[in-house]
């Protein structure tokens, strides 16, 4: 279920929404080697956040188990960890998720007040990944938990925008348009059930579902503290 358009248009350039994408796509080429080794290692033990080593939980885990050998971890990473990707394919599906929802937000709160939102959602969600696997040593990187917050503001401010989304049954792609709410809410779905089914082999590492999760509750109970009280995007 791949979403490619909403039916929300809007009414200021979304500059930083841009300059997000740029960021990330930037960091991709000059930081990670376009997904190329060593480049691509380093980046992702350098820039990642490790919830085992941020905790001073590092003797959760043996040293054969660690996936950087030398772990140096600070609250940057927790930062700079959002702008990192660990292969093409998940850097194209969170920048298409971010271009496709994030200008109505900034469109609504405005640019300033994006950014710190954007921020604060992309912390809360490696927070909850931290919260599931505290002890965890593998590197967390990918700008899908700020981007979840972007979708709960988005499933908070435009319930009932119609969303959409390319259905992909093996060979076959079906169209189908449906409410922002509903579309957002079986996303948020399947991050919870798979969040739960991840518990059990959490030190195989893989997608961060917890993150996921807690960036989208984060986007959707924190909008109203950014929200100015006027939708400049469509709420129908």
Not at 78 to 85: D, R
Not at 89 to 112: K, R, Y
Not at 122 to 128: C, D, E, F, T
Request: hydrophobic letters at 55%; proline letters at 5%.
């Amino acid at each position: 279920m791949i979403p490619y358009k909403d039916e929300n248009p809007t009414h200021v350039l979304p500059v930083v929404t841009y300059a997000i994408l740029g960021l990330n796509i930037f960091a991709w080429l000059l930081l990670q080697g376009m997904g190329s080794e060593p480049a691509l290692t380093q980046s992702i033990c350098r820039y990642g956040a490790i919830p085992g080593a941020m905790l001073s939980n590092a003797a959760l885990s043996s040293a054969e188990d660690l996936v950087c050998p030398v772990v140096q971890q600070g609250w940057l990473q927790a930062l700079t960890s959002m702008f990192m990707h660990g292969g093409w394919m998940h850097l194209i599906g969170n920048m298409w998720f971010l271009w496709i929802f994030a200008d109505n937000i900034e469109d609504s709160i405005g640019h300033v007040r994006f950014i710190i939102f954007y921020l604060i959602g992309g912390l809360a969600a490696i927070a909850a990944q931290m919260a599931a696997d505290p002890g965890s040593m593998i590197p967390m990187v990918g700008a899908s938990g700020a981007i979840g917050g972007v979708m709960g503001a988005y499933a908070r401010l435009f319930p009932k925008v119609r969303v959409h989304m390319a259905i992909i049954l093996g060979f076959f792609i079906m169209r189908q348009t449906l409410p922002a709410w509903v579309m957002l809410g079986l996303w948020l779905g399947f991050q919870v059930i798979s969040g739960v089914l991840s518990l059990s082999n959490s030190a195989e590492g893989g997608v961060a579902f917890w993150a996921h999760i807690g960036g989208f509750l984060a986007g959707f109970i924190l909008i109203p503290l950014f929200f100015s009280g006027h939708k400049t995007s469509r709420q129908i």
